[in-house]
């Protein structure tokens, strides 16, 4: 069918995706990636993804849309969306800073996926308590700098978890599900403090609401039968932020939910209610640095040079590890646990002489700017080396952690408790992927990776 163009009001024209079109790219891209960046992923979906490495075919979507289109904004229909697919860099750095406005974070997509655990984070805030939300997020976890002021007790949390695991690793080796029961530890200390550490129950809980997000979202497995539990999941939730507020007023002065006790918030700012997406997005930290050590592991180059970086470090105080959150950042690179970044749009906005109407969803598709032209040279490749120098941060297209005013606060604090992580791992032992793996020296790397499945051996050394 051939693609057609909307009448632009005053001259210029957007292209339009014809209908075949618009339904692979509701289908193959945006609802499985608005679930896999908002909804808990489960072992035997990310299995099924990687066998069939689904997101080429989503980036071939895309990428096909771009050469048959052009440089887009491309208008489409998804469900009952107008949504605008943005396929060029420049494009997207221009909604990641016109935000909030005109570009609203909190388009009903998102609001309704994660109101289910945090009704009053500033990610789905609208209006003007988002930016007293924001200020409190970016006060508490320090957000411009790189070595938090509760660093020390950070390294003291992760060194007793991760030694102990990486004494471990070298009977019973490493997997998914001894990393993350050490990870959560680790990370509820940090957040809450060590009255919450031993609580799985705690993030059972906020894995379980989250995964109640998904018969909220649209496409083919939602909105369903989800009214009729609404009361049990009301319950459910009132008593996972009771439990969370119960930890975070006790929260000492050393933990990330301390530091909101000496931020003044105006009313309504509710600094405890940003705590449960700190905890959700540990989540997608604790894949990053799992998938980091994958990749330290398959290239030998790279492994030097982060343990040339650690050679001589005094680790348990906190020390600024370069190389290894330039790894961290390139695993978020390589598969970004936000595939789909979005805006609504809440005023008419021009693009190239035409004018996109007000209440748009702009949609932007990460793995496609990481991974395919606009990432050129590096698509495939793990070059840590690149967020050194600043040649990575200068790309518009890498956008690991979004960017602009609702770009991710925690990345400061990500980056240190990862690097601390696999410093504390690589400070004992020498780690070898078993197979079967889809990770393979000089080959290019697979654009689906299950974290679950990675298994490592450990050698002490
Ligand atoms: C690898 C781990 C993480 C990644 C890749 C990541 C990435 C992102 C991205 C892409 C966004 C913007 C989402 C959007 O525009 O829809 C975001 C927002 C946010 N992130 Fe992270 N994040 C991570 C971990 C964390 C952690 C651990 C925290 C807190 C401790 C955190 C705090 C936040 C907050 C509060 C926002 C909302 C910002 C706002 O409302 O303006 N993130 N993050």
Known sequence: MPPHHLAPPEGGVLPQAALADEARAATRLLFPALAEGLIQRRPWAMAR??????????????????????????RLRAGPRSVALLLDPEDLARVLRETPGPFSPAPREKRRALEQFQPHGSLITRGPRREARRRVNELALDAPHPVHAVAPAVVTRVRREATALAQRAVESGLSWDGFARAWWRSVRA??????????????????????????????????????????????SRAEFLLRLQAYAFQAPPDTLAGQLHGIE???????????????????????ATLRALALLSTYPQQAARARAELSGVDLTRPQ??????????????????????????????????????????????????HRAEPAEPHGGAFEPGMWLDGSAERNPAFVPFSGGPAGCPGQNAVLLTASTWLAALLAHNTYVLDPPTPLRPRQPLPVTLNHFALRFSAQPG
């Open 49 to 74: 993804a990687e066998r069939r490495q689904a997101d080429h075919a989503a980036i071939d979507v895309v990428r096909e849309l771009r050469a048959r289109y052009g440089v887009g904004p491309l």
């Open 190 to 235: 940090i957040v809450l403090g060590e009255a919450a550490a031993a609580d799985e129950e705690l993030t059972d809980r906020l894995a379980r609401l989250r995964a109640a997000g998904w018969g909220h979202l649209p496409g083919p497995q939602g909105p369903g039968g989800w009214s009729l539990l609404a009361p049990r999941r009301r319950l």
């Open 320 to 369: 600024r590890l370069d190389f290894l959150r330039g790894c961290v950042l390139e695993a978020v690179r390589l598969w970004p646990t936000t595939p789909l970044l979005l805006r609504e749009s809440t005023e008419d906005t021009r693009w190239r002489g035409t004018v996109i109407p007000a209440g748009t969803l702009f949609a932007a598709y990460t793995p496609y700017f």
């Open 265 to 287: 918030a105006e009313p309504g700012t509710d600094p405890v209610g940003q705590v449960p997406h700190w905890l959700f997005a540990f989540d997608a930290a604790g894949a």
